[in-house]
């Protein structure tokens, strides 16, 4: 550790623990298609305005990947819209 400082046990113990992906998102494994879909199923939430951005793929700024969320988190309210997202297969 950094200045030499050691906690006796401590290092053990956390290497131990079973590690998980914490920052893992759901919604930012939405594909554009299905992206598309679940806006053709919520028409009152005008979301279509943003499809110039949704459709930017990679190429977008870091404000537009905020911007993604809102409008994914907005089309992510409902068991039924969450199954509707293909899971990465491991």
Known sequence: MEGGLQ???KTDFYVQLP???????LNGSISSRTMK???AKK???KVDGHMTMIDKGKKRTLEECFQMFQVIHQ???SAEDILMT???RQ
């Open 7 to 9: 906690w006796p046990g």
């Open 19 to 25: 590690k998980v992906e914490l920052h893992a998102h």
């Open 37 to 39: 879909k679940l806006i």
């Open 43 to 45: 028409p009152h939430l």
């Open 75 to 77: 089309l992510t309210t």
């Open 86 to 88: 293909p899971q990465k």
